[in-house]
């Protein structure tokens, strides 16, 4: 599947704040505020294990691996770490960090 860097724009969180509807099921975006707001801790934790990468000499990083080994070095009962949070949280970590921005490879987003 082919894929491409996003445009400058596509890498800004599209959402604030929670979309909740009365009766409506939260979207990804609504979990994932939920979830970092929850969890502070697993942010700063991306942030420094993607520096970390960066300082070693790497010029791609994958969220999917960051998250993998977050995992490792997080207590056993601690969970929670979705797989599908990887590609805001790589968003989040462009827009707090713009000259990270090379170094992820983000898709167009298809939902929110």
Request: glycine share 4%; charged share 25%.
């Amino acid at each position: 599947m082919p894929t491409s860097h996003a445009p400058a724009e596509q890498s800004v969180l599209p959402i604030s704040r929670p979309s909740y509807r009365a009766g409506s099921r939260p979207t990804l975006t609504d979990r994932f505020l939920a979830f970092d707001a929850e969890h502070p801790y697993v942010y700063r934790a991306l942030e420094r294990l993607t520096a970390d990468r960066l300082a070693t000499g790497a010029t791609r990083v994958g969220l999917k691996a960051l998250f993998e080994d977050l995992r490792w070095q997080l207590p056993a009962d601690v969970r929670g770490l979705n797989n599908n949070f990887t590609a805001l949280y790589a968003r989040k970590l462009i827009e707090d960090h713009p000259h990270w921005a090379s170094a992820f490879e983000l898709r167009r987003r298809r939902t929110l």
